[in-house]
């Protein structure tokens, strides 16, 4: 059949549909058969309605899709550059604790020391009071 397409499309153009029905319409006397032809074309028109308006819902879903799939990225970038922050801060919170213990480690050995020169003076003063 001249015209037919694949599946999803349709198979002949609704407006050829329509133009055929109505040619057929004018040449038929019989009243009862005009009438059943306007009732075909009148589906015909309501199926043509529906048709757009499921390409037009189709073409939002798209639109939204895409938007979704933007904002998609967009969250993985943000999750990426806070999962990124979030180890930067542990990486300085262990680097201030490494340089906390090895302050206190510093101040003990600054202690010890000043015991150590303490017990000298007092060796020293010791030795110089015999």
Do not use: W
Request: net charge negative.
């Amino acid at each position: 059949m001249p015209g037919v397409q694949k599946a999803g499309k349709a198979m002949i153009p609704i407006k050829d549909i329509f133009d055929l029905i109505t040619q057929l319409r004018d040449k038929i006397e019989d009243r009862k058969i005009v009438s059943e032809l306007l009732q075909i074309q009148a589906h015909i028109d309501f199926l043509h309605s529906e048709c757009l308006q499921a390409k037009e819902r189709a073409l939002n879903y798209r639109t939204q899709l895409s938007e979704l799939n933007e904002e998609k990225i967009e969250l993985k970038r943000e999750i990426r550059d806070l999962k990124d922050a979030h180890r930067k801060q542990i990486a300085d919170i262990n680097m201030m604790h490494r340089m906390e213990m090895a302050g206190a480690d510093d101040a003990r050995e600054m202690a010890m020391e000043d015991l150590k020169q303490e017990h000298f003076k007092e060796i020293e003063e010791l030795k110089s009071h015999n």
